[in-house]
């Protein structure tokens, strides 16, 4: 088993990795209370999950009938109260309605218990004398007709609802809030205001009292209290302690107003408050007469619901998640509710006053479950510790003649040493077990040695077969008919790519690129010329690390006829030759400061100068910079000026490294292998799996460019048509004394002009680089054929410039082929750069 690393691995990986290695640690005994205790206590979970789930729904059930039948108690203790004041009021309406009749039997009433009435009146519909009787501290006052005005609402307006009322009939109102005159010695303008609920009846006459209606009040807080009263522990349902939790009820009137709750018993002339009720709701808090009444909005679907129930004379039940909000430790809560019927005639069906809303909290299926979980782990662990009794020993007897078998088997170290094994026991499992073994080691000798021989060539002939590219071949094929058939590549990070490049062809701004070398960031800028609005007309590209700060100048900006002395003739710059179209300049870090600020002018104006002209010139050119280096880090440095920066930055593209996309491996492969058979004038090349997976398996420092110069040299070199791993020669074989002779295809195999640049530039002026110089030591054995040629030469007259080493090499040498190969001489501690721009000279160093 491969050694686990801990500080990389997770640990889940862990877990799966260390679980199969303990399993194989253990023996039959051990394997056995694996294999069976899992299973018994998953049964054992299982069955008590199952109970509990049942247990837990007949807990719930019960709750649930607790709160219908407190509920449905409330409803009852109310309906009954109002059917006391119907038949009050209704036994009233046979006195005679004059003043001292009607406070006679109201004080009667008061006096011989029952329900505690707050006024009483009767009005005359025509003729007669009202009468409005107030009862306060149990003294009863009557109302003179002459502060009738003073009473709000005024009673005679009640005289209305004469109309709906019939003989014998009994109406009640909803909650109305009422102000009475009751003048004492210490106050004479005392008003008394509180919240009541009128029951009227229509009093038909007689000889000396005319018709009118004659209604009976109750306060509201006496039906709050029957609430307040069914919630404390003077409940007539009061059973048993219960805990703390959240509990309470409330009414709701017809109209979907909730206008009071229960509150504490004992306060029972508190003010009617519903902050409870409405504390999970929103929507309108108050209303005329009642300031404390709640209607919760329309998209309170339970409310709703439960109130629509209400209205159509059902009740019902519902249990809700808890939200937490309230501090509660249960999970959920019931929602109970139920109408309050009021019979207001005989024989007529009732009426729905309103209804009753129950919320209840019990810890009861918590405390239970904390019960059946103690019982059952209780279980669970008695029922371990017995069956790991039973296995450990009947295993123990069972396992014996395994145990003497493995040590023999043990005592074999070597396949000389293999010989037959005889046991002393007997029976059907231990004779096949012996007879199995033995002929295992009958054969293990003859047959070790073939196999190894018959996979050692299996693996050899695999690994040199051509492995099939076709699907890599369609992607090239559909790939040919993208947007942009020129990025070669598929997954997130190239169709990222893409996409950026299509973005910033849409727009006409300047763009800087960055990357590594090698990613293909001039393929990227033609990319973004040819899908834009610019296409068809000039790209001109520029590297700004092939020539010194006057050529760059005049390469950039042009000159006019005299303005040196060797300026024949006038010459167009790049932003000349460029207009209307776009100008790429690679390597702009490399760019001097004067260079830099020639270019600042230029992009901000869009105008430009040649050299020796006073005529400035309008440019219509789109700027794409690249780069292979931190542009900050250069700015921090106070090398690159951040105003240019930043007006090269207006869109930015990163160009990915090839070891960020590994999988396009095998699609660049294929695809540059087929341009390498053109110049090698080869047809039908293919790479071989070993090969392949050379490529797959390498880091690419020198990325794309790398990699073809690699399929290159292995498509020139290999002598049949696949190309083996061995034909793939990467830079970790150089360093092992395995690179070939032969020069890379190009002059920039695994490193650039970009890379040679920043290193040559980390030099400094007439000092040797103590580091570079010991990390190569003078190694002039891997030296290119180019190099290989000049450096006699250049080693006998000590200096060399770039002009003279293209002399020296010959065969036309580019100049940026020429500027590589004394970069190179600097990188490898050969040769010391002196001076900038023209005057750049390389001399010799003195340990040479």
Known sequence: MPEIHRENTPWKKRFILFFPAMSRKLGLRGKLLLALLPSIVGILLVAGYASHRVSEEFVDIALARTAKMHTLAIVHEVEQYMKGCKADLLFFAHEDMRSES??????NKLQSGGNSYFEMAYLPATGGKPVVLVQRNGKIHEISVTDYGRIQPNPLLELDRIKDLKKGEVLPSQVLEVTYPLPTEQASNLHIRTHVIRFYTYFPGNNDTPPGILFLSIQASQIRNILSLYNS???????????????????????????FQSEDYEDKNKELTTFLARKDYYGTLGRQGQPAAFRPNENHTRYWKAFKEITNNRSGLEKIAENNSSGSSVKSFLFSYSPIKFQ?????????????????????????G??????????????????????FWFGRILTKPIRILATRMNDLTTLDALEEIDLPYSGFDIDMLQRAINNIIRRVKKQVVEIMAKDEAIFNVNKREQ????????????????????????GSVISSLKTSILKAAQANVDVLVSGETGTGKQLVAEAIHNHGNRKGQPFVSINCGALDENLLLDALFGHVQGAFSEAKTDRNGAFIEANGGTLFLDEIQSASPKVQQSLLRAIASRKIKPLGSDREQDVNVRIIAATNVDIPSLIEQKVFREDLYYRLKVISIATPALREHPENIPLLSIYYLKQAEQLAERNGLGLSKGALNKLISYRWP????????????????????????????????????????IAPVTPQSTTTDNDQNEIAKSIPEGKHNATVSEAYAHNDSLLNERQGTAWPQIRKTGTVTRKEYQEIVGDRLPTRTA????????????LIKQGKGPSTRYEVTKKE
Not at 102 to 107: F, G, H
Not at 470 to 475: A, S, V
Request: charged residues 20%; glycine residues 6%; aromatic residues 8%.
């Open 702 to 741: 020198g990325n794309v460019r790398e990699l073809v110069n690699n399929i290159t040299r292995a498509a020139v070199m290999t002598e049949t048509d696949v190309i083996q791993a061995e034909d793939i020669r990467l830079e970790s074989d150089a360093t092992s004394g395995n690179e070939s002779s």
């Open 344 to 368: 207001s005639t005989p024989s007529g069906d009732p009426l729905i006053y309103g209804g009753i809303v129950f919320v209840d909290r019990s810890q009861l299926p918590i405390i239970a």
């Open 102 to 107: 009607l406070r006679s039997a109201l004080k």
């Open 233 to 259: 522990e003077l409940s007539p349902l009061w059973a048993f302690p219960r805990s703390d939790e959240l509990r309470f009820s409330y009414l709701l009137d017809k109209t979907g107003w909730i206008l």
């Open 819 to 830: 500027i590589y190969d004394l970069q190179d001489f600097v990188r490898r501690g050969l």
């Open 370 to 391: 904390y019960k059946f979980f103690d019982v059952m782990l209780l279980v669970t662990v008695g029922s371990i510790t017995l069956i790991s009794i039973l296995i």
């Open 467 to 490: 492995i099939p590219l076709t699907r890599e071949l369609e992607i090239l094929a559909e790939g040919e008919l993208s947007l942009i058939p020129e990025i070669i590549g598929q």
